[in-house]
């Protein structure tokens, strides 16, 4: 027999209660999604800095071009130079303060360096804060924050580092979107070698290999790398490095048990953070339509 009309629509009306309040907790995702591919799209399409003159050719902008986190492609290997504990570092309101300075030389990345730009520092973007006259040094400032995060608290003089200056936004990205902010720290758990590639086996924290999978991308230094295999049970990845790629970063020179600075595709941690508002919803939905179900065939079994 059909359903009582009353028992109908209430069935209906709770459905659709249920599918909205769903796909309203789906389109914080999507639109992450979206923003991301439009993002890369638009910076290919149409590059911010660059204007169009009347013959409908593109003027490249001047060398100020703004500039937007990083690519993971290392531009060169800079050296350690110190790593100090000052009690003289001067604070927000003039006063003197403890803190930790970090300098490093380089070269290619001092070309367009100024103030307050960024470098990446083995995958951690940290500002200069100052230029000494002296020739290839910059100087950082690293946060209590910056220290627990990464291993630079175990830097020595003489210790080597990726750096890389800020990409120019509308510029190639032949890496991925890196953002230096480190999510960890992994230990190198063992290294081999096939033919002319060189393999990497890394142990990360727990909480973090659940972003990583195979195939995606991940910044282990700063380089910007493709995932090979995962194990999340034992908490472990591979990466493979090309011939050329060993020649131009600093991970083929660290031992086993060496440590590496960890930092995961960020689109990753925004779809948890959608998914965490949606999933509840779809519980509820479901635990809805199972009550709606038995009502059903109450309804069928004892009609009135």
Known sequence: RP??????????????????????????????????????????????????????????????????????????????VSLNEREDITLWDGRKGPGT???VKGNVVLDGAYLGCSISVSGVCLTVTELPSSGELLKFGLAPETLRRTYFGTFRPGDAVNLERASEIGGRNSGHTVQGHVDGVGTILDKWTDKDSLWVKVEVPSDIIKYIVPKGFIAVDGTSLTVCDVDTKNSWFTFMLVEYTQKKIVIPAKPVRGLVNIEVDVLGKYAESALANIIPRIEELESRVKELETQLLLAKTNPR
């Open 101 to 103: 300075e970090l300098i």
């Open 3 to 80: 359903l009582p009309p009353v028992l109908h629509t209430m069935i209906r009306k709770k459905c659709n209660i249920l599918f909205a309040r769903t796909a309203l907790a789906v389109i914080p995702l999507l639109l992450v999604v979206a923003t991301k591919f439009a993002h890369g799209f638009l910076q290919q399409c149409f590059p911010i800095g660059s204007i169009k003159s009347a013959s409908s050719t593109f003027i490249p902008a001047a060398s100020t071009t703004a500039r937007n986190m990083f690519t993971g492609i290392v531009e060169e290997v800079g050296t350690i």
